[in-house]
């Protein structure tokens, strides 16, 4: 009988598939992707944080003539011509937000005239809305509360009231003009612009 430790037997062995070699990685790479193209489609979908649409808007142009006395007593310069535009815009903002306010931080509009010349204005502020008014009493049934800067909108809820914008344009650039919008601006939030329809 043989002292002799018998040899261990050994299975052959051979080298891992080059697939089978990279199927860890892989796979880890084909989720990263799934999640990635996932994450991209829920935010690109999810849209703004509130939307803004224009309930009524009523165009109201200005166009004033001056004389000024110049020369002789009695004698009158050239006369001077004065062109500027309101915009009267019902504005309408609602939260999409679930679980937390918006704070309406600004309010502004802008123009672009068919020449390209873009004009951005602030919209008025609560104490000259009245004002505007009182300086056009013809324009009183377009009357209503502003829109106010600083105001809280709770989560799916939404503010409406009017924007008043003025432009040194006359009303024959605003007819023909390229675009025009508006811009309602939050703290925590990035903005949203509405369009003007063009047949406004």
Request: proline content about 8%.
């Amino acid at each position: 009988m043989s002292n002799e430790n018998p040899a261990p037997k050994l299975a052959q062995i051979g080298p891992r598939h080059p697939l089978l070699s990279a199927f860890k990685p892989g796979t880890l790479a084909l989720v990263i992707c799934v999640v990635a193209a996932a994450l991209f489609l829920y935010f690109a979908h999810k849209g703004p944080d509130a939307t803004v649409t224009i309930e009524h808007l009523t165009v109201f142009p200005v166009h004033t003539t001056t004389s000024a006395n110049m020369g002789q007593p009695g004698t009158l310069g050239q006369a001077e011509t004065h062109d500027e535009l309101y915009v009267l815009a019902m504005v309408k903002v609602q939260s999409r937000l679930k679980d937390r306010p918006l704070f309406l931080k600004d309010l502004e509009g802008s123009v672009t005239s068919a020449e390209g010349d873009k004009r951005r204005e602030l919209a008025a502020s609560t104490s000259n809305v009245p004002r505007f008014f009182l300086g056009y009493p013809q324009m009183k049934a377009e009357e209503a509360p502003p829109l106010l800067r600083e105001s809280t909108i709770a989560p799916l809820q939404s503010e409406q009231g009017l924007v008043l914008l003025h432009f040194p344009i006359d009303k024959d650039t605003w007819a023909h003009r390229k675009s025009a919008d508006i811009t309602v601006s939050f703290y925590h939030q990035q903005p949203v612009t509405v369009e003007i329809p063009a047949d406004k």
